[in-house]
């Protein structure tokens, strides 16, 4: 049995909904096959992002942790590949934080990168007929800091887990508030989850 932990951002910018929470709570629901899923809330708000993934990852003890996020504008599941150290938001976090131009750790390495199977994550979910592909860029807004932050954890706290981040498009409903930006079903969205979780953890038992 392994331990995946998999965690989805509030809404945040105004919005009434974050479709990677959303997502990831209807995650819950699936019977996974030799998985014990834990599903986790996690604020959009720079350095307590961190700290309660990183508390949540002590008390848990996942073999694989990842991470969902809202990218408004994309038209596909886009698997992260790296994190970079800085922030430098567009927009305040959901606690009026605006930090610009700012290490997300002083001193700490340049990048980290995904260690998930971006590649394999990104063909089964195409397989299953949604639209995919790898990200070379998470933004440098609370998703980049949050996949940073849990990649520094675990590169420098644990050598047994395996962590990524995946964003996710908007849902029909905000897309028609912004010019009929891309969109994506929730159904679809949870589809290509479920695809993740399976194809992570399975990456683990290999």
């Known amino acids: 049995m392994k331990k995946v932990l998999i965690t989805g951002f509030d809404p ?21 096959s030799n998985i014990e899923l834990r599903v986790k809330e996690i604020p959009t708000v720079f350095y307590k992002s961190i700290k309660i993934l990183e508390d ?8 694989v942790v990842i991470c969902i996020g809202q990218a408004g504008g994309r038209s596909e599941i886009t698997v992260e590949r ?6 430098d938001a567009r927009i305040p976090d959901n606690e ?37 592909s790898v990200s070379n860029t998470a933004g440098t807004f609370v998703c980049n800091q949050l996949l940073y ?43 290509a989850l479920e695809i993740a979780v399976n194809v992570a953890a399975q990456n683990v038992l290999e």
């Open 82 to 87: 790296v994190a970079i150290n800085v922030i």
């Open 12 to 32: 945040f910018g105004g919005e009434k909904i974050n479709p990677a929470l959303e997502a990831v709570k209807k995650l819950k629901d699936i019977e996974f």
């Open 96 to 132: 009026n934080n605006k930090l610009v131009d700012t290490p997300i750790i002083e001193d700490g390495a340049a990048a980290y990168f995904s260690t998930i199977p971006i590649k394999d994550i990104v063909l089964n979910i195409k397989k299953a007929g949604i639209p995919a």
């Open 149 to 191: 932050g849990l990649m520094h954890v675990i590169s420098t706290k644990y050598n047994n887990i395996t962590g990524g981040f995946i964003h996710i498009p908007y849902l029909p409903e905000q897309a028609a508030n912004y010019n009929n930006q891309p969109s994506m079903s929730l159904l679809d969205m949870v589809k």
């Open 56 to 63: 949540t990852v002590r008390e848990f003890e996942p073999d």
